[in-house]
């Protein structure tokens, strides 16, 4: 398998995923801007999202993608479709009781996690009623990524990448076509999260029939729990939670937070959020997905020096994408939420202050991205334990900084703070691999810094130049020229990157990776 090939094919899916989700974001500005209800529906959609990377996509991918790998290469097909049944029927079982008891207890749970909203009878009111209506969305999307992580291991990175387009699109749906007929109509965007939850794993079946692993999920959840490779997934998924917890718990704090700072705080973060994660997804989403089987492959074949050069060809990659995107979320913060947001309801006022944001974002993500690549160097080890550690430090680390740097830059402070927070996890993720061995840094890095930095330094001259020469928010009235604009300026600055790497002598070969 060609790792540059299947980064390139989980990117450009993810790449779908993430103009669908930009383009949903637009709609949702346009048609509620940055309001009670945008921050009630951001702050109901967080909870069950919130749960489902504690419970599925995080510490259920992290502890079960191993020891499936192991299973597959070592036990052969009846005894990893065992454990797939086994694992389906225990997770369903566990997270349809969780979100019934979410249902019931719905209106406690928004107090803990945005309880300024309860200054705002009506905005608390309306996030209760679609709390209730988005909880069982959890069943749904971790039954996707338990499909999701079976696809990736037998190599089919195309159908898991897809799926979340399908969330993005009944989102638009929602937005366009069902909204303006309903009584409420930001209750729309809450049963489009139901709708997206089911396509989302409704999508992936016809790729697990192709290799005859549809989940079972079967009426005795006691029988499943006591499969030995459901028992050991639970083992390692115990630790994963709370390191996965860790992160959610100080995104909570931050959310409680903006939801006292004022109407609008909640939804400036979350606008900041989908423009951060476009390159968090693009690199650190997709380089983390092809390389977790990958590097449990190597684990399980005691292969160490494979180990560590798909780690260093991770990292590399890393560092070529994810520094022209945080120079442009620094220097052109203002440019692209103008171009993305600014029609409708959303003010120039909301185009500042998600800019403020962004830009702040753009000082961190270079470790928000990291963290996707160093991680998974612990979890192919079935080493969860380490990571919890790193997390409970970062954890403080974080909320220290909010004390420092929110009364300083207000909702700024907060994206400032989760950023700072992500490279100090990065930093000891990297040293922790280290000093174990794990990973083992091939020659060139020097150069390859040298070359990174002398283009990155003349990207954000030109792109500096660009964001205050033109007025961004003024071309409100001709949106058509301010997309064209934008488009040349985002090619430029392509062209003009690319082109210093060549030009100083960068290789390009080495990234075209093969694994078995």
């Given at each position: ?29 346009r ?21 489902r ?41 566990a ?28 905005a ?23 499909a999701?992580?079976v ?38 965007l ?109 684990h ?187 488009a ?12 210093m ?11 075209k990776?093969?694994?078995?």
């Open positions: 398998m060609n790792l540059f090939r299947a980064l390139l094919t989980v990117s450009g899916f993810t790449l779908l995923s993430r103009v669908t989700g930009l383009a949903r974001e637009t709609l949702i500005a048609a509620f801007g940055a309001s009670q209800y945008t921050d009630a529906f951001y702050v109901a959609f967080r909870i069950p999202n919130l749960l990377r504690i419970s599925a996509e995080g510490a259920f991918s992290q502890a079960f993608v191993p020891i499936l790998a192991e299973f597959k290469n070592q036990k052969g097909h009846d005894a990893t479709k065992a454990l797939v049944d086994a694992t389906s029927t225990v997770l369903a079982w997270l349809a009781i969780l979100s019934l008891l979410g249902v019931v207890g719905a209106t406690w749970v928004v107090f803990v996690v945005a309880s300024g909203l309860r200054s705002d009878g009506q608390f009111t309306l996030a209760v009623s679609m709390t209730r209506i988005m909880f069982p969305y959890i069943v749904f999307i971790s039954l996707t990524s338990l999701s992580g696809l990736n291991t037998y190599k089919n990175f195309s159908l898991p990448a897809f799926a979340p387009v399908l969330l993005n699109v009944a989102f638009i749906v929602a937005a366009v076509f069902v909204a303006p007929h309903m009584k409420v109509p930001v209750f729309a809450a049963w489009a999260v139901i709708a997206g939850g089911v396509a989302q794993f409704v999508v992936q079946l016809p790729g697990l029939k192709k290799i005859d692993m549809i989940p079972r999920i079967g009426l005795d959840p006691l029988k499943a729990i006591a499969h030995r490779g459901v028992k050991r997934v639970l083992a390692k998924m115990v630790p994963a939670m709370f390191a996965v917890s860790v992160a959610q718990i100080s995104l909570i704090i931050n959310t409680n937070i903006a939801s006292h700072i004022g109407p609008g705080a909640v939804s400036w973060i979350n606008y900041a959020d989908r423009l951060m994660e476009f390159p968090t997804a693009l690199l650190g989403v997709a380089l983390g997905t092809i390389l977790l089987p990958s590097l449990s492959k190597a399980v074949d005691a292969d160490a020096h494979e180990y560590s050069s798909l780690l260093d060809w991770g990292l590399r990659v890393t560092f070529l994408l994810a520094a022209p995107s945080a120079i442009a979320l620094f220097f052109f913060a203002e440019p692209l939420t103008a171009t993305l947001f600014h029609y409708g309801k959303f003010d120039g006022n909301a185009v500042v202050m998600v800019g403020r944001a962004l830009a702040a974002y753009g000082i961190g993500l270079i470790g928000l991205i990291l963290i996707k690549i160093l991680a998974p160097g612990f979890y192919a080890k079935q080493d969860i334990k380490t990571p919890v550690k790193i997390g409970v430090f970062v954890l403080v680390i974080t909320q220290l900084s909010n004390y420092v740097f929110v009364p300083i830059f207000a909702h700024a402070g907060l994206t400032l703070s989760v950023g700072l927070g992500a490279c100090v996890n990065a930093l000891c993720l990297f040293i922790g691999l280290r000093r174990r061995g794990i990973y083992m840094p091939s020659s060139g890095w020097t150069a390859f810094f040298v070359q990174m930095i002398g283009a990155c330094l003349v990207l954000a001259g030109v792109m500096h130049w660009f964001a205050i020469s033109f007025d961004w928010i003024g071309m409100h009235a001709d949106p058509v020229r301010r997309m064209v604009l934008l040349a300026c985002l090619v430029l600055f392509a062209a003009l990157y690319f082109g790497l060549w030009l100083m002598g960068f290789k390009y070969a080495y990234f990776r093969r694994v078995k």
